[in-house]
């Protein structure tokens, strides 16, 4: 009797989409949760992420849950190599993370978003350790999103201040003051 590839969507599904014993066992070894960390409690949640606004992209994702402490994770089988994947792992952690706020909540109650890929491919190729023949190591990476966003900010103040060099920051203001002047025209 043979069993059933796990790299299969249907056979992944229905194995960590049904069983949450299963599925936090591999989130806490994946992720080197253990202890008071480890994830001991899943919720299942919709693996559908509806668009906020009619005529936008609806995401299906593999496995959607929430743990006791709150953070959700989104877990999904790639075994092929497609275009812009990053950016559909990067749009569907956003999602959720969208998701998390319910409407009249602050924004401090937003929780933990983790999106776990487990790719049958080379994500990050290892040229160094081609280069020697050596054997590839199955690899956990974790990498950050954030440097790839640009959040620019200008404080506008009613006064001016002082660099440490004497100098006065009144750069944002002529620009503010530039803006504010073409709103008129």
């Known amino acids: 009797m043979g069993y059933a590839d796990l790299k299969n969507d249907v056979v992944f599904r229905k194995v960590f989409g049904q069983h949450p014993r299963v599925l936090a066992g591999l989130l806490n070894d994946l992720l080197d949760r253990s202890g008071e960390h480890a994830i001991v409690e899943i919720e299942y ?3 559908e992420q509806v668009p906020l606004a009619m005529g936008r992209k609806l995401s ?4 959607r849950c929430r ?4 953070s959700v994770f989104i877990v999904e089988m790639q075994l092929l190599p497609v275009t812009a994947f990053l950016n559909r792992v990067v749009y569907n ?10 409407r009249g909540k602050p924004y401090h109650e937003l929780t933990d978003v ?4 487990i790719c049958d491919f080379v994500l990050w190729p290892d ?7 050596q054997m590839r190591v ?3 990476s974790r990498w950050s999103i954030t440097c790839s966003w640009s959040f620019p900010s200008s404080e506008i103040t009613s006064r001016d201040r002082r660099t440490s060099g004497g100098q006065r920051c009144s750069r944002t203001r002529r620009i503010w003051s530039r803006a504010t002047s073409r709103m008129r025209r």
Not at 127 to 133: I, L
């Open 138 to 140: 199955p690899l956990v």
């Open 114 to 117: 983790v999106a776990v890929s």
């Open 60 to 63: 299906i994702l593999d496995v």
């Open 45 to 47: 949640l919709s693996p």
């Open 67 to 70: 743990e006791k402490g709150g």
């Open 127 to 133: 040229a160094e350790r081609d280069g020697a023949g």
């Open 93 to 102: 952690a956003c999602k959720a993370y969208v998701g998390t706020l319910e």
